[in-house]
């Protein structure tokens, strides 16, 4: 079976490694990183039509949950496209993988989910889909957040309604057993697990998981969530709140009779699959994450800003004489440096890739510079220049840390 997968994501990616395991011809298409590049707020039918050719199904699991996000073009024009060109290339069977609560939600989010599996559901091919409710297994997604949340010394009680988790393998179970399922087809289900629980009940779950004694949980104000989501800090947003604080939750038989199988606890899910170090380690360097790359900015914009704003340019000239640098040939000198400093600064605010990395190696000039023009430098007691060796170890913690660009 060939079957193309749209979103390389936390779903897209489990769901890959499934199919290909049990012998099906994968390709992901992905906006980077991917077998095949696409951009679902861009490509139209006949583009989509092209690329779906001789693919017997179709799985789409593409989906964008942040503050500015392009709902519309993504969940619901761009799928529309995807659909219609799955139509036209003569692909067989379509999977939507859309989200609890699109039936009747009121967020963007969820009338963008709802408008697409409407439009799937009047095309002449075998179709389903897959409504899931919070998906819970490792990797991306809303585990890492609140496998972070689960780390902290005190747990951050978000309150909200109450949730039905499902383990992400039993959504893939699911898609696999619908990819298989005889034709026609035609099929909207809620893919939730067996037990409901509050958000701060799963982070104690996963804080188990990850080997860590029990913790207290401290209640978040509700107007602090509020706050973070219209300011856009975090992964936090208007939609997410609202979504929060309405639950998630369905009755679990129709899955069951639908698909074949019960999904398992989330605790058994989780037991399946123990955490390693490396899963630990995630969860508590996820919150440091923000912290270390402002810290890391605030090192390269005061490095440029000081010697301009600050200091006497001669006492920043001072040292480049030892260079044969003097008068206008120093000046330029500081001020090259000053803006290539803050260059890297607002490299690093942008989130540019290599934007770390770039601070090493202007770092390690200047270190390699001072260490041979004033090595006297390395016994001053305000480490004047072993501090660079901490910067340059932040700057490799930041660049080790980013996000995958895919």
Same mark, same amino acid.
């Given at each position: 079976?060939?079957?193309?997968?749209?979103g390389?994501?936390?779903?897209?990616?489990?769901? %890959?490694? +499934? /199919? !290909?395991?049990?012998?099906?011809? &994968?390709?992901? =298409? $992905?906006?980077?990183? @991917?077998?095949?590049?696409?951009?679902?707020s861009?490509?139209?039918?006949?583009?989509? %039509?092209? +690329? /779906? !050719?001789?693919?017997?199904?179709? &799985?789409?699991? =593409? $989906?964008?949950?942040a @503050?500015?996000?392009?709902?519309?073009?993504?969940?619901?024009?761009g799928?529309?496209?995807?659909?219609?060109?799955?139509?036209r290339?003569?692909?067989?069977?379509?999977?939507?993988?859309?989200s609890?609560?699109?039936?009747?939600?009121?967020?963007?989010?969820?009338?963008?989910?709802?408008?697409?599996?409407?439009?799937?559901?009047?095309?002449?091919?075998?179709?389903?889909?897959?409504?899931?409710s919070?998906?819970?297994?490792?990797?991306?997604g809303?585990?890492a957040?609140?496998s972070?949340?689960?780390?902290?010394?005190?747990?951050?009680?978000?309150?909200?309604?109450?949730?039905q988790?499902?383990?992400?393998?039993?959504l893939?179970?699911?898609?696999?057993?619908?990819?298989?399922?005889?034709l026609?087809?035609?099929l909207?289900v809620?893919?939730?697990?067996?037990?409901?629980?509050r958000?701060?009940?799963?982070?104690?779950?996963?804080?188990?998981?990850?080997g860590?004694d029990?913790?207290?949980?401290?209640?978040?104000?509700?107007?602090?969530?509020?706050?973070?989501?219209?300011l856009?800090?975090?992964?936090?947003?208007?939609?997410?709140?609202?979504?929060l604080?309405?639950?998630?939750?369905?009755?679990?038989?129709p899955?069951?009779?639908?698909?074949?199988?019960?999904?398992q606890?989330i605790?058994?899910?989780?037991?399946?699959?123990?955490?390693?170090?490396?899963?630990l380690?995630?969860?508590?360097?996820?919150p440091?994450?923000?912290?270390?790359?402002?810290?890391?900015?605030?090192?390269?914009?005061?490095?440029?800003?000081?010697?301009?704003?600050?200091?006497?340019m001669?006492?920043?000239?001072?040292?480049?004489?030892?260079?044969?640098l003097?008068?206008?040939?120093?000046?330029?000198?500081?001020?090259?440096?000053?803006l290539a400093?803050?260059?890297?600064?607002?490299?690093?605010?942008?989130?540019?890739p290599?934007a770390?990395?770039?601070?090493?190696?202007?770092?390690?000039?200047?270190?390699?510079?001072?260490?041979?023009?004033?090595?006297?430098?390395w016994?001053d007691?305000?480490?004047?220049?072993?501090?660079?060796l901490?910067?340059l170890?932040?700057?490799?913690?930041?660049?080790?840390?980013?996000?995958?660009?895919?």
């Amino acid at each position: 079976m060939r079957v193309m997968i749209v979103g390389g994501g936390f779903i897209g990616g489990h769901l %890959a490694g +499934r /199919l !290909r395991a049990e012998g099906c011809v &994968v390709t992901v =298409a $992905g906006r980077r990183g @991917a077998d095949v590049a696409c951009d679902l707020s861009s490509d139209d039918a006949a583009v989509w %039509a092209q +690329r /779906l !050719r001789g693919y017997d199904a179709l &799985v789409n699991c =593409a $989906g964008v949950l942040a @503050a500015g996000a392009d709902y519309n073009g993504v969940h619901t024009l761009g799928a529309i496209a995807l659909f219609n060109g799955a139509a036209r290339a003569g692909v067989g069977r379509v999977i939507q993988i859309s989200s609890l609560g699109a039936e009747d939600g009121t967020t963007a989010y969820h009338r963008s989910k709802r408008a697409a599996d409407a439009h799937l559901a009047t095309l002449a091919l075998g179709w389903a889909v897959i409504r899931p409710s919070l998906v819970v297994g490792r990797g991306r997604g809303s585990t890492a957040l609140f496998s972070a949340m689960a780390a902290l010394p005190l747990m951050p009680d978000i309150g909200g309604g109450m949730v039905q988790p499902i383990a992400i393998d039993d959504l893939v179970e699911a898609v696999w057993r619908l990819l298989q399922r005889p034709l026609p087809m035609a099929l909207m289900v809620d893919a939730v697990g067996p037990e409901r629980m509050r958000i701060v009940d799963l982070m104690g779950l996963l804080r188990r998981w990850l080997g860590l004694d029990a913790a207290r949980a401290v209640p978040v104000p509700c107007w602090m969530l509020r706050a973070v989501a219209m300011l856009g800090i975090g992964p936090m947003t208007r939609d997410s709140l609202t979504m929060l604080e309405a639950g998630n939750t369905a009755p679990v038989e129709p899955f069951v009779a639908a698909l074949g199988f019960t999904p398992q606890p989330i605790a058994q899910a989780l037991a399946r699959s123990p955490a390693t170090p490396g899963d630990l380690m995630a969860a508590r360097l996820g919150p440091l994450v923000p912290v270390l790359r402002g810290l890391l900015i605030g090192v390269w914009l005061a490095g440029g800003l000081v010697p301009l704003l600050l200091t006497p340019m001669a006492q920043n000239t001072h040292l480049l004489s030892r260079l044969g640098l003097s008068g206008t040939a120093a000046i330029g000198t500081v001020w090259a440096a000053s803006l290539a400093d803050m260059a890297v600064g607002l490299a690093l605010i942008l989130h540019l890739p290599g934007a770390a990395l770039a601070g090493v190696a202007l770092m390690s000039a200047y270190s390699l510079i001072l260490a041979a023009i004033a090595p006297e430098l390395w016994a001053d007691p305000f480490g004047a220049l072993v501090k660079n060796l901490a910067v340059l170890g932040l700057s490799l913690a930041v660049h080790a840390m980013e996000k995958p660009h895919v």
